[in-house]
T-cell receptor
Framework: KNEVEQSPQNLTAQEGEFITINCSYSVGISALHWLQQHPGGGIVSLFM???GKKKHGRLIATINIQEKHSSLHITASHPRDSAVYIC?????????????FGEGTQLTVNP | NAGVTQTPKFRVLKTGQSMTLLCAQD?????MYWYRQDPGMGLRLIHYSVGEGTTAKGEVPDGYNVSRLKKQNFLLGLESAAPSQTSVYFC???????????FGQGTRLTVV
């Protein structure tokens, strides 16, 4: 079992829909990251969370430390949101601030 | 600022050939990382560095070597390429505090 599990693996939505991507982890963490990867492109950081909730534009990320679970929400989705969304955790007591990654969720938003 | 720059972006190697991937960052970050990304798997850490002159092994270090002679550069070497090393390679950097990591655009390597 992976230390970081994402669901769903693939998600197709219609433009305007509310989208939720989930991330569960099985280890103690000091921080959780949400990343975005566009086709053929690099990876960009969306959020870093250690507690509570963060919002940036139409993106909202939440984390529940007790339940070891985080969600990424996209409101009013748009075709340009189509990308792979990756959850990554920084484990406690890890040298070099290393991250452990989930497999990613492929999101396709159709017009 | 260019951020994190990887060179080259694409490469095809024959089995047994060697090559070096260069990662350069202009943010004065202490920590640098090399990952590989394969279909159906999350990013996996190959090697990392917590400062100039230091390197350490990650999850999948076999077949790779690294060097960090200058703080801004982290080199990943393949001494004798194998088809199993066909992958997309990403470099990342971050500073010492608990902040976000910055990633390069990736290098697509094919070993035939």
């Amino acid at each position: 079992k992976n230390e970081v599990e994402q669901s769903p693996q693939n998600l197709t939505a219609q433009e305007g829909e509310f989208i939720t991507i989930n991330c569960s982890y099985s280890v103690g963490i000091s921080a959780l990251h949400w990343l975005q990867q566009h086709p053929g492109g690099g990876i960009v950081s969306l959020f870093m969370l250690s507690s509570g909730k963060k919002k940036h534009g139409r993106l909202i990320a939440t984390i529940n430390i007790q339940e070891k679970h985080s969600s990424l929400h996209i409101t009013a989705s748009h075709p340009r949101d189509s990308a792979v969304y990756i959850c990554a955790v920084r484990q406690e007591e890890t040298s070099g601030s290393r991250l452990t990654f989930g497999e990613g969720t492929q999101l396709t938003v159709n017009p | 600022n260019a951020g994190v720059t990887q060179t080259p972006k694409f490469r095809v190697l024959k089995t047994g050939q060697s090559m070096t991937l260069l990662c350069a960052q202009d943010m004065n970050h202490e920590y640098m990382y090399w990952y590989r990304q394969d279909p159906g798997m999350g990013l996996r850490l190959i090697h990392y560095s917590v400062g100039e002159g230091t390197t350490a092994k990650g999850e999948v270090p076999d077949g790779y070597n690294v060097s960090r002679l200058k703080k801004q550069n982290f080199l990943l070497g393949l001494e004798s390429a194998a088809p199993s090393q066909t992958s997309v390679y990403f470099c990342a950097s971050k500073d010492e505090t608990h902040t976000e990591a910055f990633f390069g655009q990736g290098t697509r390597l094919t070993v035939v």
